[in-house]
């Protein structure tokens, strides 16, 4: 489904920031305006304004899509997967004390897991930079934020299948095809396991590599996969509960 329209008045009220900030974003490409007419009102999508209201997010997604990487916090920095697992492990005790999502806490624990350890299975040997991910979350907020400046999904998957050629593709085949020699479990179906627990769950997904984003909740679990106006070259991904 496409995104719903804002005009650039209302996108800068929802960011907080002035329209001639929007204005210069525009022109640097950080974040696209869609416009109707040559030299009309710049319009924005409603998805994109959404996820780039939260702070974390906007972190992670600035530190992901730059050329250069930017400077974040330590606190969200994982440069390999020994720290990765403790500090989701330290989420995870911070997750099971929150009353209203016991049930599904582990299942956020897991997703978030699989999402982490793809990005460094996929990428040893291959950082084209600065290695590791980004792991950020607020508890209040509800949503946990991961990000890597690896290969991403379509160099990944070219590996096995050479004949892909565009990340929407690319994204389909991630998130339905079993194409690994590991065995068949659950947590050894990577993402096709990420989308069989969003499905079943309270929980939400927004995940992009490339210039392809995929959104999907509870009981809709269709690949409904879409064009970005900004490429990355690794993979975000945002958990919302």
Not at 91 to 99: E, F, G, N, T
Not at 180 to 185: D, K, M, N
Not at 226 to 236: H, V, Y
Request: hydrophobic share 40%; aromatic share 8%; glycine share 8%.
């Amino acid at each position: 489904m496409k995104s719903k329209l804002i005009p650039i008045s209302a996108a800068a009220a929802s960011l907080g920031v002035s329209i001639d900030t929007l204005r210069r974003w525009d022109g640097s490409g950080k974040l696209k305006a869609i416009r109707k007419s040559p030299g009309g009102i710049r319009y924005y999508s409603e998805n994109d304004i959404e996820l780039l209201s939260h702070e974390i997010f906007k972190l992670a997604y600035e530190w992901a899509s730059n050329s250069i990487p930017t400077e974040i916090p330590s606190i969200f920095y994982c440069p390999n997967s020994s720290i990765f697992q403790v500090r989701l492990i330290k989420m995870q005790d911070i997750l099971i004390a929150v009353p209203s999502i016991e049930k599904i806490f582990s299942l956020l624990v897991a997703v978030a897991g699989e999402i982490g350890n793809n990005s460094f299975d996929h990428n040893i040997g291959n950082w084209p930079d600065l290695p590791g991910i980004f792991l950020g979350y607020d508890v209040n907020k509800k949503e946990i934020v991961l990000a890597d400046r690896g290969i991403g999904i379509l160099k990944t998957l070219k590996r096995v299948r050479p004949e892909l050629d565009n990340y929407k593709d690319a994204l389909t085949v991630a998130f339905t095809e079993i194409i690994s020699g590991r065995a068949p479990e659950e947590r050894g179906n990577g993402l096709k396991f990420v989308r069989k627990v969003i499905a079943e769950n309270p929980i939400s997904l927004f995940f992009q590599s490339g210039d392809a984003e995929i959104r999907m909740a509870k009981e809709n679990s269709d690949l409904n996969i879409e064009s970005s106006d900004k490429t990355i070259r690794g993979c975000m991904a945002m958990i919302r509960f």
